[in-house]
């Protein structure tokens, strides 16, 4: 039986957690009690860690932001676990997936579309 190396790791505000990831250089910031996001300076990514049954976070999945091109910024989203794809929350457009093929999905965002909602909007971030 092989033994599980487990590092202790902290929050921003000083929570410590259990990973199985052994990156003490990332900066970790508790989203919910069960889910943990981590980013690093050097890196456009951000990490996600779910807490599993032996209260220990595991990474999940990772996100990275990337600017393309002027008025285009991309989203790629990567985790070996993806199970299904929702689009547009109430038009109720899924997407299941049966096996671990699909690991990785990308968005890319009109950065004018998305500026023109929001000045139609009138939100005010």
């Known amino acids: ?30 989203l919910k009690e069960d889910i943990i996001i981590s980013c690093s300076k050097y890196s456009s990514g951000i990490l996600v860690f779910a807490r599993d049954e032996d209260d220990v976070f595991d990474y999940i999945g990772d996100i990275q932001i990337d600017k393309e091109d002027i008025g285009l910024t991309e989203i790629y989203i990567h985790s070996r676990g993806i199970q299904s794809l929702q689009l547009n929350h109430s038009d109720h457009l899924g997407i299941t997936v049966n096996n671990d093929s699909l690991k990785d999905v990308t968005i890319q965002i009109d950065e004018a579309k998305s500026k023109q909602f929001k000045e139609k909007k009138f939100f005010d971030f």
Do not use: C, N, P
């Not at 487990?6 to 000083?14: N, Y």
């Not at 929570?15 to 900066?27: C, L």
């Open 1 to 30: 039986m092989t033994e599980k190396r487990i590092t202790l790791l902290e929050t921003v505000d000083g929570k410590q957690f259990k990973s199985r990831y052994h990156d003490t250089e990332r900066t970790y910031f508790a």
